[in-house]
Antibody
Framework: EVQLVESGGGLVQPGGSLRLSCAAS????????MHWVRQGKGKGLEWVSG???????FYSDSVKGRFTISRDNAKNSLYLQMHSLRAEDSALYYC???????????????????WGQGTPVTVSS | QSALTQPASVSGSPGQSIAISCTGT?????????VSWYQQHPGKAPKLMIY???NRPSGVSDRFSGSKSGNTASLTISGLQAEDEADYYC????????????FGGGTKVTVL
């Protein structure tokens, strides 16, 4: 069964930085788009960022310019570097598996079957 | 881009059918057949219930069905059961040249 395990969350002051990680296993990580989705306490889901298999990156307007998504296929890992953090960035951050892109073709999907359990981020002084 | 619009809450008695709406625009729901629905129980990660408007992943009960008309998608739960009490979120593609996804604000389903 596919496994996604997030880590790196914690308490950080406003304006600070944090780097989240997502360790993937039991699937060919390099052949899938990967995403970060967050959920504020008692709030709804919000798509944050996605990265394609060739390293193309996409961000929501709310984090563009402050967050950087990256991946290390050799380590089967996904990352989210967060800078200039604000109180409204406080949330549970999930990583999720996206589209399959292999054998020179992409079967693009916009839904997530596999999610991690999330890592919490609290931005507060 | 603003979140898709869902009712805050919907309720029904066991055995009844309920429908949850998800309203977007001609740039998201109206433009693509990539609407998905997720169920989330407290303290748990979201679970995919419907994808590409009408498709059910393996293992999801056929009591769950999806549809779309214009800029509005709907999730129908038939034969409501106590275990269906949860939060439900819709989502949609917003541009097939990107990986961007837009979620709805969520709907709390209560089984009376």
């Amino acid at each position: 069964e596919v496994q996604l395990v997030e880590s790196g969350g914690g308490l950080v002051q406003p304006g600070g930085s944090l780097r989240l990680s997502c360790a993937a296993s039991r699937f060919s990580f390099s052949k899938y788009d990967m995403h970060w989705v967050r959920q504020g306490k008692g709030k709804g889901l919000e798509w944050v960022s996605g990265i394609g298999t060739v390293g193309d990156t996409f961000y929501s307007d709310s984090v563009k310019g402050r967050f950087t998504i990256s991946r290390d296929n050799a380590k089967n890992s996904l990352y989210l570097q967060m800078h200039s953090l604000r109180a409204e960035d406080s949330a549970l951050y999930y990583c999720a598996r996206g589209s399959y892109c292999g054998d020179g073709d992409c079967f693009r999907i916009y839904h997530y079957v596999y999610w991690g359990q999330g890592t919490p981020v609290t931005v507060s002084s | 881009q603003s979140a898709l619009t869902q009712p805050a809450s919907v309720s029904g008695s066991p055995g009844q059918s309920i429908a949850i709406s998800c309203t977007g625009t001609s740039s998201d729901i109206g433009a693509y057949n990539n609407v998905s629905w997720y169920q989330q129980h407290p303290g748990k990660a979201p679970k995919l219930m419907i994808y590409d408007v009408t498709n059910r992943p393996s293992g999801v009960s056929d009591r769950f069905s999806g549809s779309k008309s214009g800029n509005t998608a709907s999730l129908t739960i038939s034969g409501l059961q106590a275990e269906d009490e949860a939060d439900y979120y819709c989502s949609s593609c917003v541009d097939t040249s990107t990986l961007d996804v837009l979620f709805g604000g969520g709907t709390k389903v209560t089984v009376l």
